[in-house]
């Protein structure tokens, strides 16, 4: 099948996120990355685009630039598709460019940088009819759709409680390091991360693996925040509590100065008949406890699994697949949504999770400020 | 050694946390069960005596029959200490009437049904210098005891976060139940729990965990709780945020509706330099997690643990001790107090402890009442 | 119920496996210590008696001295159950004496020194009629009980392989210690150990575990041995291949100098349709996988266990019993064994066992200084 | 940089291996897949082709044809990377071909049929001096190499033991299958798979992770195999004892019958001051034991492992890589060694692993066919 041409923004050299991207679109093999704005500093771009073997009249100085140029270009010979893997706070203007001028996306998270501008960009996607991918990368994990599935399935009974957290430590060498301190992360920059750094980088993921995998919508977040030391402007420790209903509560707990985690993402859904745990870090284990039964393990590439979670596994049972698979997931969806077909939806996050997030990372925000108060999302 | 002679209130036929505390009295070997007050039913007391070996004639009607025979007995004949083993709601008023009489008290928690009962307790215990120890077991494991050093010799750097949870799914077959329902479980009846089922019967638990390990006082709750069905009186399910001091926030997460969770009471404690992390279930391995060194997992019987929790194992590495050697270790505790000899505090919690419980209990209670606002314990 | 009068020979001070007996017999409590022969030192056996509250005129100076004076002892004062957990030398002379004097016994493992020594010792329990029970105590856990009873109802289909791993490490600290070396390790000296010390000491309860769970006989073996160092004397590391029939194979693979191993005894049962695997060090938890179900864990106090393993653990489920609960299960049934009522073949490992495990140890001894050859069992 | 050129034998539709060899050499990004014979069936072999964007006239018809269409390349569009991904009996010839012709090698596991065929290969490779890699894809693994480099430094002490094991359960499907039973899988058809089944598929890579990681050599086997059932005509269970020094003996288990197993390679090296235990499962966890600290878990991307070990990881810390990564470091490491730059030794597993390889089924099955007798490698 021919190949969807990719650009890219950001993502240059150094920049692991970009990189995973890149690693993604190669493993799902529908893409073929042939230009982009890999750097603000053009000299830098072009140096990396020359390492990815990128041809250099494809490296533009500027997203403007490229699509100018790629506009001009043949259809068949255009990019399709533009990931924007820039600071949060070049998602948005990037992003509507793009859009107007009718390239497909993939997005990192969080979306923007306002409400706003999610709302903006959610009714653009709309309007112009293009796939629009967040890269909430978890939900590609097979054991997370196969949760998905189960819930869905009503193997949980009436769900009683949700619990999830994101604990990460690397913060800790940065606001506790004698030299370089906080400057220069640019994730604790307001100006460049938005009003959040733990809510906006890993607790929506949280948030978003919630809701993905119970299908269930959260309507009020009180959440009490911590930034630690008095010199860091932004969250770095959150605990955040949920209402979905009368009866359903749970808890978002995250933080980015727990010394030791890695990236420690869970989530644990508790159901009236058994419930369902899942583990990022060793993410082919889906656990299915309940009262009356032994606890079951899930693991991909077994004929117990539903056809989702299957389809999001190639290796046979036992050969671990990890996060770059996870991604390629995303963007094997991404791939059929852009070709039209066999697509299944919940094979990547759309602009609406993007706004789902942006809303719950600024009801969080406004939550703590107002001093720990239930905010509707 | 000569053993000290003990009573038991409470504890009778079926009664599982009666007969964990025989079996841990028995453990230690410093005790010895002469009499008590077994069961309200008189005939059912004496019935249960029979099977445990002791005699008619100290298997009493009543606490006050039992204290005012036990005071006519010559010293070395009469009970010593006395294990109060019965539903919450009778803890106090016999708690008192022993104490009074110069009975040394062990004592199941929840320790009173109210905050002043409590101080009364304290200021008693005070005033007659006996030793009353609190049965909040799980301060009795050995890695428990081991974290509560690490934290104190300062290796986890400055506390930055804490997360206790304690999670079973036991109540789900009770409120589920199509026949039983909520009839029958003190736990759920106000008169005999009191305030409180799942911060009452389990969270307080997390509450005692966290002051014992980290030597740090909870200062401030906010919490949100959860009845899940409109005909329950009692909260099932619960979040609470802590305070401890402008810096250092935490959350305890405790619920009795999560279907096929066991007993699952868990700690991290997260430090600048290191971070640790405990569970119940999987007692005798402590994780020490740091940026920059490998995780580290200590265990039971080894050279490199610290004197305390050394002297609260006794098999070699690798033989599993549990949850009846982890009492035993509170009882053996409590008779080297009784004895004064060798006595380390931290080797049972106290009246103090109980007190803080229930200054805890009702915190969260009210701040749930008030609408989740902070209340200061 | 009235208190079955047990002996003890061995087991003094600083002797951990008689305090294991100890404590096992008073936490199943049906009996009660009242005599023994603690060390062959007499002023020392006596010391320790009173440390344990035992009158010094039951603290004999020998075994002849312990039977003579006991059976001059009305019937219901006298010893009826004595525990041998001497060096293992020892056991056949004691075991033969008390069995002919009328005594029940727990007796330690390796049963005896010779083949010749075990089958007299089996004539004799027959003859005699007496309860004797062989410390195989990893037989007591519960999930070792719901792993037999699985098995026995045929849940794994043809058995295909079977894989059972004694690893310790505690070896090495005396082969390169620089100073105590090998000496003053009893386990390490034939006059005291016998024939062997890995295999003896800690291979044979593989041996027993496999034939306890699976209910089979192991036919013939193949071994590999190793003493690591010229001057040790025993076998330090094995490997055994196992023939049960000719199409069932299995291994046996045990050793005491894996560092940093504490006591990791394993087994694994493949079988045509599922498989099941157990771990000593984590005793609650039994696997049973399958090629098309997701994989199980058993845990006890679950309504979805047999009887027999309900039977062996008492606390509510998520609270760990360890290895002294487990040595009390053996207790328990040897105390019903005495008693006469209620008694399930299983509840104990028999003297029947001890002679099978007296063979086990010399036919691996045999093959391996025959140059690794098959010995029939 | 620019791509090297890659066909590939075999690996057309519906095979796992030649799909993640594909995926694997897209991840390192360092070749490009040109053309191949990917099917015995030319129609498909071109279906195949198409559906991976691969032009149609680079799909050759077979071997011999490739060799010649390409060679009439001019240099800089020539296939330089063959991959060989048929079933075992046909990599000896294809390589051979391929080798004489000049083309670099990747080729999967076991290399040969007989051991005169892998010593040839060897001398072939030697004499054109091309980089054969073999497909042990394991040792691609960020903590194997790790584990490689801690052995080396000495951190292990002597070695004392070492245990091998992989167990697999897939073959109990067609064995115990009622309709297909052994026909159509050719890794049971001696004409397809050589002399073994479990030794020659799995058997082969627990062996060469022990060379690999402890860079010592076996010397001597004795195997005893088992094939279950009388109309299977080769090995599918496994037990062999291995020699390396006077005092240093060990054991490989292998089994394709072991019922829910999924991909269960594990190792472990025990030395006289400490032990490296790795599982393929959770291949992110590598653990140190002592006998006199802590048990360590190197986890990848953190400055306390080796250069080797960090260089085999992309992602920040807690996002696991899995084994398609595995193999695109050994894909990275043939890329290096063919184009000249920074190669290291151990990227990559050489003809020689495959000649050892080769070496050892051979030995195991004569071991084995000769009456359980020990064979020198």
Redesign the interface.
């Known amino acids: ?3 969807i041409k990719m650009g890219m923004i950001g993502g240059g050299s150094g920049a ?1 996120i970009g ?2 991207h ?2 993604a679109s ?2 799902c ?1 529908d893409f073929e990355l042939v230009g982009g704005v890999f750097s603000a500093d053009f000299e830098k771009s072009k140096q990396f685009a020359k ?3 990128i041809s250099n009249n494809r490296c533009y100085p500027s997203v403007d630039a490229m699509i100018h140029a790629e506009l001009a270009l043949p259809l068949e010979e255009r990019i399709e598709l533009v990931a924007i893997v820039t600071p949060n706070a070049l998602h948005f203007s990037f992003a509507k460019k793009l859009l107007l001028a009718g390239f497909h996306l993939v997005c990192e998270k969080p979306m923007t940088m306002t409400v706003d501008e999610a709302m903006e960009l959610e009714k653009l996607v709309n309007q112009k009819k293009l796939t629009f991918a967040l890269a909430h990368t978890y939900t590609g994990y097979p054991m997370v759709r196969q949760m998905k599935d189960l819930i869905a399935q009503g193997v ?2 009436t769900i ?2 949700i ?1 999830a957290q994101y ?4 913060i ?2 940065i606001i ?1 390091g004698t030299e370089s301190r906080i400057t220069g992360v640019w994730r604790l920059e307001p100006e460049h991360a938005g009003i959040s750094s733990c809510i906006g980088d890993i607790g929506v993921h949280a948030f978003n693996l919630i809701e993905y995998t119970t299908g269930l919508t959260i309507k009020q977040v ?1 959440s ?1 925040l ?1 930034s ?2 008095k010199e860091v402007k932004l969250d770095l ?1 959150a ?1 955040v ?1 949920l209402r979905f209903s009368d ?5 978002i ?1 995250a ?1 980015q ?8 993402l869970t989530i ?1 859904v ?6 369902l745990k899942w583990e ?4 082919n284990y889906l656990y ?12 991909p ?4 699994n539903e056809a989702f979670a299957e389809a999001s596994h ?12 996870a991604l390629a997931n995303i963007y094997k969806g991404t791939a059929k949504s852009i070709r039209g077909v066999n697509f299944v939806p919940g094979e990547f996050p759309t602009v609406h999770e993007g706004l789902r997030g942006m809303k719950f990372i600024h009801s969080v925000i406004e939550s703590n400020k107002l001093g ?1 108060v ?1 905010i509707s999302i």
């Not at 604990?167 to 690397?170: A, V």
């Open positions: 099948m021919k190949k692991f990189d995973a890149r690693r190669r493993i093999n390492t990815e073997g949980l009974g009683q409680r619990d604990y990460q430590g690397w800790n060498s506790h009180l009490d911590n630690v030391q420790d605990t509590l009866n359903l509560k749970g808890v707990r933080s100065v727990c010394a030791g985690e890695e990236n420690s644990a508790y159901g009236s008949k058994s419930s990022q870090e060793n993410p299915l406890l309940s009262d009356s039964e032994p606890t079951k393990i899930y693991k590439a077994h004929g117990y190639t290796m046979p049972s036992g050969h671990p697949e990890g996060i770059y698979e720990n239930w």
